[in-house]
Each structure stands twice: as C-alpha cells, then as structure tokens.
Nanobody, 119 residues
C-alpha cells in the first residue's frame, strides 16, 4: 500500500504564507505525478500538480502566488503558498499517482490539512 501524510496547515492572516508538505511512503515503484486539491464547502477543486519531470501547472486563481516543488528521491512534495487570501481557506488534500510495481498502479489521497486565512 501507499500512504500520504500531509503537514503544514494552520491559521494565517491574509497576505501571509504557509508551506504544505506531502510525504508518500509504502510500496512505491514509481511516482508519476503529485497534486494538491482543496475543498471549501462545496466540491473539491484542483489547485496544482507537479510531474516526475518537474513540470507544474496551477489553477488560475493561485498562479503567481503558489509554487510546487518535489524531492523525487524522498517522494516528498511541497506547496509554498504566498500572498494568501481569505478565499484560499479550505481543507487541502494531497494526491499521488504512480506505480506500486511494474504492473500495478496507485492513486491515493492524504487525509487533508486545514488552511484558514483570516481577513
């Protein structure tokens, strides 16, 4: 099995910064992509993704403010969030996709970490 552990959420004032971390562990042959989603009251929204090659893409609302990075050797991913706004308040979920073995894939989610931005 593959597990994800997130950390770094909390309470911050508008304009402040937080860094979220997501650690993947377990039976991992290869990680293809890691991503962050968030959920305020309502549906879950894509935030950002980084591939094994380092390519990133972001939802328009966070471009220029959020930056993803990863340590491939450690299967560790970061989301640096700057210039936070009240509308960034949500539970942030880490998602990881890859291969457990040469033949078997995985697509797992973390437990979520709450980010609260006070205005």
């Amino acid at each position: 099995q593959v597990q994800l552990v997130e950390s770094g959420g909390g309470l911050v004032q508008a304009g402040g910064s937080l860094r979220l971390s997501c650690q993947a562990s377990g039976s991992i042959y290869r990680v293809d992509a890691m991503a962050w989603y968030r959920q305020a009251p309502g549906k879950r929204e894509f935030v950002a993704q980084i591939t094994s090659g380092g390519s990133t893409n972001y939802v328009d609302s966070v471009k220029g403010r959020f930056t993803m990075s990863r340590d491939n050797a450690k299967n560790l991913m970061y989301l640096q969030m700057n210039s936070l706004k009240a509308e960034d308040t949500a539970v942030y979920y880490c998602n990881c996709r890859g291969m457990r073995t040469f033949w078997n894939s995985f697509d797992v989610w973390g437990q979520g970490t709450l980010v609260t931005v006070s205005s």
